[in-house]
C-alpha cells in the first residue's frame, strides 16, 4: 500500500525524466545526421581550472607599511581587482579572503590544497626593491609522493612552480613592468600542492632608482592585476595544450 | 687690653685651623696612596692587538636582488664562532649605514652568538667534517627589518652566503632570535627551518 502511494507520487517525475531522455536522444541523432557540421570549436581549455589568489597577511597580522596603508590593506585591494578580472574571463578563482580576516599560514595552504588549483598566487606588497618580485619556493625539486611532508609538500610542485613564475614574468614584462625572479622560503607557500608563486608588488622604478609610483597606486594595481591576469589566461591555454 | 674670651677664641680657632690642615694633609696623602695602588693593578703588559685580516661580505642589494662579494679587512678572533659574528655584524652595519643599498635600520650588532656545531647532529666538537651555524639575532634587530619578501630573503641569504665564504665547513644554518625559535624574520620569510650555505649563492644570482 505504502510502496504502490510512494511509485504513484514519483510518477510525474519518472515521466519528465522519460521525455528529457527521449529528447535528449532526438537531438544527438539529429545531430549525427546533419548534412553540413558545424566546425569543430577551438580546443576547450581544460574543463576545471582554478586560481587560488592570496592576499597575504590580514587581520591580527597587518604585514609591513606601505606608505599610510598596512600590507594587509594593498593586498586585499590586488587580491579583489585580480578576482575580478580572472572572473571576467570565465576562471574559477577561489579568494582566501574577501575581508580583513586573520588566516594562518598552514589554514591557508589547507584551502590551496582543497581545491586542487592549477595556480595559486600568495599577494605581497613591500617598498624594497623595485617592480615585481615573483618567488618561488626554494624547495628543491622532488617527485610526487602519495604523503608528502606538510612543511615541504611544495617541493614535487616546484618544476611547475617555476614553469608558472616564467608565464608571469613574460606578461608583466610585456606590460612594461620590471621583475626580478627570485627563490625563498614562505610559510604557508612551502605546503601548497599547485602550481604556487608568491608575487610581491614593490615601488615601480623610476629616474635614477628613484620609486616613481608606490604600491598603493590604485593604477599601478590596475596595471600589475591585468598583466597577472592575462599571464594566468595563458597558463590555462598551456595546460590545455599539455 | 684684649679681652680674655677672644684670646681664648683666637686659640681654639687656631686650633682647629691646625687640626683642619692635618685632616687634609692626610686625606691628600691616602688619595695619592690609592692612585698608587691603582696604577699598581692596572695591567702591565700591552693588549694583543689582533692584526686585521681580509674577510668576505655577500652584500645584498634591493635594486636588483642580488648578492655582491666585497672583501673587507678587520680585526677577527681566533676562535671560529667569534669570528662568524664579527664577520656577520660588519655585513649588518653595512646595512645599517646611511646609503645602504639594502637599509635595515639600527641593525649593526644584530647577531648576538653564532655556534658552531656539527652538522646533522653528530655530536663530535673534535670532528672536521660540515658544521651546522646557529646565528642568533638580537630582538630589536628583527624588530627594526623592514617587512617584504625580497628584503627578508636577501637578509637570510647574505648571512649563509657570507659564512660560507668565510667559514667553508659551514653547510647548514639556522636562526633564532633571543634564543628563542621564530616563525619569521619580519613577516615574511621561514626562520623555523634549515638553510643550506650551498643553495645561497646561486638562489640569489650572486655578482662575483
Known sequence: MHWSKRVLGRRPRVVALAILAAASLMVGAAAQSAPNPAPPAPAAPSARFVVIVDAAHGGDDPGGHIGNQ???????ALSVRLRSLLAARGIQVVTMR???????????AEIANHAKAQACLSLHASTSGFGIHLFTSSLAPASSTPMPAWKTAQAAWVTRSLALSGVLNSALQQAGISVTLGRTSLLGVDS????AVAVEIAPERGEGDTAATMPDDPDY???VAQALAAALVEWRSEGARL | MIPRYQTILFFILLAASLVMGVVLWQLLERHHQRLLNGEDSAPTQAPLVTPAEPATLEAANDADNTLTAEVQSLPLPQSPGDRARAILNRLLALYAAPGSTHPVPGGANGVAQVFLLPAGGQGDHRHSGPELAVVNLTSAFAANHPSGLETETLTVLSICATLRANLPRVTEVRFLV???????LAGHVDLTRTYLTAAALPAA????
Open chain 1, 70 to 76: 598596512p600590507e594587509k590593506a594593498i593586498t586585499l
Open chain 1, 98 to 108: 574577501e575581508s580583513d580576516v586573520t588566516l594562518a599560514p598552514d589554514r591557508r
Open chain 1, 192 to 195: 601548497m600542492t599547485c602550481p
Open chain 1, 221 to 223: 594595481q590596475a596595471r
Open chain 2, 178 to 184: 633571543d634564543g628563542q625559535q621564530r616563525a619569521t
Open chain 2, 205 to 208: 644570482g650572486v655578482h662575483p
